[in-house]
């Protein structure tokens, strides 16, 4: 990976580089509020789905911090978690294997930037495997009675903490692409 790559890599990134940017400064955020064309406007919805369902595992960590109850922290993320992991990876399924590749045609210029969105699909993918053998790993200490129940706890508590950072900015970079060129150029164009 080359160093300009790794600049922009989702982990140290605080947003798209300029030459990026050219469909959103034509089609600015404030302008995204009504008469929104109807495939945006769902995009727009399912990322603020994902906001939320981070956000309420993000409440429910905080809780387990402050309760240090491991039996209600499962009973109440676990469920949250396995819906989390089944929609971001369904979404991110059709955004890299349909949207993208229409996207790239309908405006070669972006490819670059569809690019680095893929990338971010790869590193994302790695955090919710991550996620999903430790929430197991999680449930199986507190149905088995595991004495480390707490520990495994606390490390799935981690790595939920650590991707939301991640997530946000994926979510607000792709929408600076997507938005505007589904909106300045349609995607029934090709
Ligand atoms: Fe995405
Ligand atoms: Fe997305």
Do not use: C
Not at 10 to 28: H, I, M, N, T, W
Not at 63 to 86: E, T, V
Not at 123 to 133: D, K, M, N, P, Y
């Amino acid at each position: 990976m080359s160093e300009t790559d790794d600049a922009l890599a989702l982990a140290k990134r605080s947003g798209l580089p300029s030459e990026f940017l050219y469909l959103r400064d034509a089609f600015p955020r404030d302008r995204w509020t009504a008469k929104l064309d109807e495939t945006a406007a769902f995009w727009l919805q399912m990322h603020a789905s994902f906001r939320g369902h981070q956000a309420h595992m993000d409440g429910l960590v905080s809780q387990w911090r402050a309760n240090g109850d491991a039996a209600a922290l499962h009973r109440q993320l676990i469920p949250a978690l396995q819906s989390f992991l089944q929609h971001l990876d369904g979404h991110h399924r059709v955004e890299s294997g349909r949207y993208f590749p229409m996207m790239r045609r309908i405006d070669p210029k972006i490819g670059a930037g569809i690019d680095l969105l893929d990338r971010d699909h790869d590193a994302i993918h790695e955090t919710l495997e991550a996620l999903f053998q430790s929430g197991l790993a999680f449930h199986q200490a507190v149905t088995g009675k595991a004495p480390d129940a707490a520990d495994k706890a606390n490390r799935l508590s981690d790595l939920i903490d650590g991707n939301a950072r991640p997530l946000l900015r994926h979510l607000e970079d792709e929408e600076d692409i997507v938005i505007p060129l589904i909106q300045l150029r349609g995607l029934h164009r090709i």
